[in-house]
């Protein structure tokens, strides 16, 4: 069993900017985010390799978040910026236990553990 949390959630205005982060409690594979708004799918936001040489984005996303880990304290983060109201949604972190230094994805079912998320909300 692995746990994950996130947290760094909460209410900003268009534009700002938010770091969420997800700890886990030992160093995983593939560490992803995706998120999920009311009455909408689960969408893939973000993903990393563990030694975090290779990412990938979501296209609606691309450009203005950034995803990161530091396996030191088996954390990743999700740097979000320019945030607009449609980015509004629970976002959730997923990890991979096992994989290649270099493996990554951005398919959900792949992944084996998923933390309860955090609620971002950016309104004026």
């Known amino acids: 069993q692995v746990l994950l949390a996130e947290s760094g959630g909460g209410l900003v205005q268009p534009g700002d900017s938010l770091r969420v982060s997800c700890v886990a409690g030992?160093?995983?594979?593939?560490m992803g985010w995706f998120r999920q708004a009311p009455g909408r799918e689960r969408e893939f936001v973000a993903a990393i390799s563990r030694n975090g040489d290779r990412t990938s984005y979501g296209d609606s996303v691309k450009g203005r978040f950034t995803i990161s880990r530091d396996n030191t304290k088996n954390t990743v983060y999700l740097q979000m910026n320019s945030l607009n109201p449609v980015d509004t949604a629970v976002y959730y972190c997923a990890a991979r236990v096992t994989g290649s230094d270099y493996f990554m994805t951005s398919q959900a079912y792949i992944y084996d553990y998923w933390g309860p998320g955090t609620q971002v909300t950016v309104s004026s």
């Open positions: 030992r160093t995983l594979s593939s």
